[in-house]
């Protein structure tokens, strides 16, 4: 079955958190309403209130006007009592003048003498009598004004109030989302990394998987905090313009919709270039990160072979190929993106005085002061979330890509995750014809059979690559075999889940692995269930209080990264405690004594006789020492049984394991001498 695109799956999890999406955008909706109020209150204010005082006047019988020179005039646009005599408030740049008759308000001043004035009307002329006002004059006739000027001014301030209280809450409400987003995505990848096979995470260098659940989540943060809201905010405030300017003029506002499709098309074209540029850009970071990781783990090794310049070089080979992609992708933008917003401006600029030019010389529409100032304006803000949005796509590609890469990680085939609980094993472990391959028809077990008694300590020996480790994989389910059946109990392990498989099963590594935090908390793994009083047992049965005692804080003394501070042997001592601490009925010992020392190894000897009592013990050992007293030993090679008994028997019989032991005795003797 096909998965749904990367786009459909980033909005199903913005959908999980709708509620506060759709009230945020409700929010911005009603701040946006009340934002574009203002051009429709600013055409107000200039046509009613300032420029249209300039306007026709008539003589009222009326107490109320404008008093002036023992006369009371009224503006023809607001008397209710027409009359013949009419006189002009005319404004010449900074100058006005009260002429005794109607003349055109567009006209233009050619001749003055005294009292006497000539104007030109489109080439005609008009000969009239008045006079210049003073500024106080000209204030009288301003004065009636000054409280609807100030009230208007005051509801816009109140309306930017109101709109700034819903933008708070779209803001909030808006990134509140994007957070709880992340936050889900973050924790569904990283479940599903826990529900991955082992072999997934062996093919998969470490740094990538790193860069997915990190770099490329947060990349997708970016999209739900910063363009989610950038996109959302542009979409409305566009919608809200556009409406402004088809109720304000309804052919420019036809004339400015090119702006949709270039728009749209622009963004097509965006996402497949843009794309590609990210796509290299975000592997290569997760190359980088994985570089980064094995030169850190590897450190001690790349110093000690004088690997340094060979690894810097790698290093330097994959930063410069980040460099010459980021440069690309920047240029790209900067050709584009930005230069496009501002040629898309300086058009519709050019088309808007074309437009009212063209009307005002051929006498068509003279519009008036207010309405040009409210299009500038709506023009001006038109291009501010086109701005916004076109500075975004280089964000919202790059979360689209990181979004592809998440998913993917998130597509790969998971495992059943079951933690119900399963009776205490009694220990009866067979491998019944089972054979492996880690690759196609490679296998290295083949036709393994053996039975493990409740109790019995069963040990596996033999050359590297002989199967061994395999064995153990296989039981413990990191893998499952290709052929045959391992059974527990008598039970097949595959009925149960891997969790439900392990429960009952401990393990100690040969490279045992350290968390940070505390003793205590390494050995009880925060698990409930086991008691800090159960944990500090368990490390005294092992010998570990010998050491821990010493220490300033003792069992709560703090651990750092993979315990650096402690000795290989101290390291495996705690990770023996915590098998221990939660009581397994099978125990396997990969190598554990391997990397240790003869004093520490003396210790866990002990404690493994406390340990196996009641326990079925699986251990791999290259020390043949360490298993005399198995009560069964395996005789691995090239992933077969070649001999199988007790320590005693296998001497005996004079075969492979007693080629072993000699070898191993005699280099010991060498060693000794």
């Not at 003055?112 to 204030?139: C, H, K, P, W």
């Not at 007790?646 to 005996?652: A, M, V, W």
Request: net charge negative; with cysteine.
């Amino acid at each position: 079955m096909d998965q749904p695109s990367t786009e459909k799956r980033l909005f199903q999890y913005a959908w999980s958190f709708k509620k506060s999406i759709f009230i945020g955008l409700l929010c911005l909706m009603v701040s946006v309403a009340l934002e574009l109020s203002g051009p429709f209150i600013a055409k107000h204010l200039i046509d009613q209130h300032i420029v249209g005082v300039a306007n026709h006047y008539v003589v009222s019988e009326n107490n109320e006007g404008v008093h002036f020179n023992g006369m009371t005039y009224e503006r023809i646009d607001r008397t209710e009592q027409p009359s013949d005599e009419q006189v002009t408030l005319y404004q010449d740049g900074i100058s006005f003048y009260l002429f005794d008759e109607k003349v055109p308000l567009n006209a233009s001043i050619v001749e003055s003498n005294s009292d006497r004035f000539v104007l030109d009307d489109q080439g005609e002329s008009i000969e009239t009598t008045g006079q210049r006002l003073s500024a106080g004059e000209v204030y009288t006739f301003f004065e009636g004004e000054i409280g609807s000027i100030m009230w208007l001014l005051a509801l816009y301030m109140g309306l930017i109030l109101i709109a700034s209280y819903f933008l708070y809450y779209k803001t909030y409400l808006l990134q509140f989302a994007s957070n709880r987003i992340i936050q889900k995505m973050r924790r569904d990848v990283f479940e599903h990394i826990q529900s991955l096979p082992i072999k997934y995470f062996v093919d998969q260098p470490a740094g990538k998987i790193l860069a997915r659940v990190t770099n490329d989540t947060e990349a997708i943060r970016e999209l739900y905090v910063k363009v989610l809201e950038v996109f959302a905010s542009g979409a409305i405030y566009i919608f809200g313009i556009f409406v402004a300017l088809f109720i304000l003029d309804p052919k420019l506002a036809a004339i400015c919709l090119f702006l949709i499709p270039i728009l749209f098309i622009w963004m097509k074209s965006y996402k497949k270039v843009g794309g590609r540029y990210n796509r290299i850009i975000r592997e290569t970071n997760s190359q980088i990160n994985a570089n980064i990781n094995e030169s850190i783990q590897g450190m001690s090794i790349i110093q000690a072979y004088n690997q340094t310049e060979r690894m810097t070089g790698e290093f330097e080979e994959l930063n410069e190929k980040h460099r010459v992609y980021q440069t690309k992708m920047n240029t790209f933008t900067a050709w584009t993106s930005f230069n496009l917003v501002d040629v898309m401006r300086n058009v519709a600029f050019v088309v808007f005085i074309l437009y009212f030019g063209g009307a005002a010389l051929d006498g068509t529409t003279l519009a008036s002061a207010g309405l040009l100032y409210a299009l500038v304006d709506l023009l001006t803000r038109l291009f501010e979330p086109v701005d916004q949005i076109v500075s975004q796509l280089a964000q919202l590609e790059q979360a689209r890509v990181s979004g592809g890469r998440v998913f993917e990680l998130m597509d790969e085939k998971g495992e059943e995750v079951n933690y119900s609980s399963i009776p205490r094993y009694e220990g009866h472990v067979s491998f019944n014809d089972v054979s492996f391959a880690y690759e196609k028809d490679d296998y290295v077990l083949n036709g393994i059979n053996f039975e493990i008694t409740p109790g019995q300590t069963a040990a596996f020996v033999g050359h590297t690559g002989s199967g061994k480790s395999t064995i153990m994989n296989l039981l413990f389910r990191f893998y499952d075999p290709t052929h045959g059946k391992i059974l527990i109990d008598g039970q097949d392990t595959k009925e149960f889940s891997k969790q439900q498989v392990r429960k009952h099963i401990g393990i100690v590594l040969q490279d045992p692995f350290i968390f940070t935090g505390t003793i205590i908390s390494n050995i009880t793994m925060d698990d409930p269930s086991i008691s800090r009083e159960q944990a500090i047992e368990a490390l005294k049965a092992v010998g570990a209080d010998k050491f821990i005692e010493k220490l300033p804080n003792q069992y709560d003394e703090p651990v750092k990264e993979k315990g650096n501070e402690f000795s290989t042997g101290q390291r495996q001592l705690l990770s023996f405690a915590r098998a221990l601490a939660f009581n397994p009925a099978i125990l396997i010992l990969d190598e554990a004594t391997a990397n240790i020392d003869t004093e520490t190894e003396g210790l866990i000897q002990e404690a493994l006789n406390v340990l196996k009592k009641g326990r079925t013990t699986l251990v791999i050992a290259h020390r043949l020492s360490t298993i005399q007293q198995a009560d069964q030993i395996f005789v691995l090679k090239h992933g077969k049984i070649l001999e199988k008994g007790n320590h005693e028997s296998l001497l005996k019989e004079r075969g492979e394991y007693f080629n072993m032991y000699e070898m191993q005795l005699g280099r010991n003797r060498m060693n000794v001498s």
